[in-house]
């Protein structure tokens, strides 16, 4: 199933409600009314436009406050962004090349019949679905799939999830703002997830939408249902209301993941603490499973329960132990030597204790990088991210400076 998100601007209320009636009849398509103008919308416009698929305004280009103001939306469009322009029936072609010129993608003659208006919107849907496909198509990405789980509860793995995604945007450039891989988290842990608290970015309903109707995501449904920040990191957030966790078929989450894999250079997934039936289909994918644990006894325990039932069907799987908040002691204790006894493993990975850079992460909704960089806590993912790119480079022929 594919959505597509259509916004309607304008200020003849009765215009809109018939265009928007005749719209509603294309298959999956969402509609939204603004009863204004693009002018009268001023500053607004750009912000009001923003997240739609297609943007259809009525206008009238003898206006040149119009014009202007249509040139500001169009400069400025994002992720492809298609725009109408809904005139005058009339219009002499002279005056549609002034839309044209002004970035306009088209040019629809209203009044027109139903019939004509829905095709000519359902071909720009499929012209920019083509497009979107075609981006990452051409890409031939296999992205890498780290999954993080926790050993118990409030473990920090969601802090280590989120953060780990952020540093493995590998910035660059002299002001370190140039993101050199392409990373997406995932917070599939639809019921009780907070990744998008963890990041101040609202709920979605896409992971909702896939869990209640039954259909397979493509990289239509995944660039609208994410959201990019602007340090480039794709964001696909749980759902503000419970999605019952077994109502999410195995086959829509393999595809999930075949789909995020060609679109990401990594691909995080914080998983839930409940072994549904499609975990799975992850664990089959998943290129790297951290386990972040602590050397309490019921995380220890946990850990081997969760290492026996991965391991089962996926023996080949690369499994390592995230400790969680103790510093990498020089030497192993007693204690340390005996949980890993009982694990048969070792710990790969030490993040220290540091509630303080957390609770400031947590307090401005942003990753450990941005508000709190020197810390302990945003080195020791630091590190945890840099090993993670070693050994899992990118895939392709791209040679790391
Ligand atoms: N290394 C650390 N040092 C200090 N505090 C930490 C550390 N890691 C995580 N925390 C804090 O522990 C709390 C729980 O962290 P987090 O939500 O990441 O855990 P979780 O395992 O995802 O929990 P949940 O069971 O809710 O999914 C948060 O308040 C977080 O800031
Ligand atoms: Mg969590």
Do not use: C
Not at 337 to 355: C, G, N, Q, T
Request: hydrophobic share 40%.
């Amino acid at each position: 199933m594919n959505n597509s998100s259509i916004l309607l601007i304008s200020s003849n209320e009765t215009t809109s409600i018939a265009i928007g009636d005749a719209l509603s009849e294309i298959e999956g398509a969402q509609i939204s009314r603004q009863d204004t103008s693009v002018s009268q919308l001023n500053g607004a416009a750009v912000e009001t436009a923003s997240g739609y698929d297609i943007v259809i305004f009525a206008t009238d280009p003898d206006n040149s406050v119009e014009l202007s103001a249509i040139e500001t939306l169009t400069n400025t469009r994002k992720d492809g962004t298609i725009y109408l322009a809904l005139t005058d029936a009339d219009l002499p072609l002279s005056k549609a090349r002034t839309l044209t010129r002004a970035g306009v993608d088209d040019v629809l003659p209203y009044p027109a019949p139903n019939g004509e208006i829905i095709e000519q919107v359902s071909q720009w849907i499929e012209k920019r679905r083509a497009e979107v496909e075609e981006r990452y198509s051409s890409r031939d990405t296999h992205g890498q799939l780290i999954a993080v789980q926790q050993a118990r509860g409030g473990i920090g793995a969601t802090t280590i999830a989120v953060n780990l995604a952020d540093q493995l945007l590998d910035k660059r450039g002299t002001f370190k703002k140039e993101a050199f891989n392409r990373v997406v988290i995932v917070d599939l842990d639809l019921q009780f997830g907070t990744v998008g608290d963890f990041l101040d970015v609202e709920e979605q309903e896409g992971l909702l939408q896939l869990a209640v109707e039954n259909f397979l995501p493509d990289t239509n449904w995944v660039e609208q249902s994410l959201v990019r920040l602007p340090s480039g990191l794709a964001v696909l957030a749980a759902p503000q209301q419970f999605a019952p966790l077994d109502s999410l078929q195995p086959e829509q989450v393999s595809t999930l993941i075949a789909t995020l894999k060609t679109m990401f250079d990594y691909v995080v997934v914080d998983l839930p603490r409940a072994l549904v039936n499609w975990i799975e289909p992850i664990l089959t994918e998943t290129d790297r499973l951290y386990i972040v644990m602590d050397m309490t006894v019921p995380a220890v325990r946990a850990s081997r329960r969760l290492m026996d039932f991965v391991l089962a069907d996926n023996s080949e799987l690369s499994i390592e132990l995230v400790v969680n908040r103790e510093k990498k002691p020089m030497m192993l204790r007693e204690h340390h030597r005996e949980a890993a006894k009982a694990l048969d493993a070792s710990f790969s990975h030490w993040i220290p204790d540091d509630p303080k850079a957390a609770r400031t992460a947590i307090d401005f909704g942003k990753p450990l990088s941005e508000v709190a960089g020197r810390s302990d806590l945003s080195k020791g993912i630091l590190q945890l991210a840099r090993t993670t790119l070693t050994q899992m480079p990118k895939d392709g022929s791209v040679v790391r400076v």
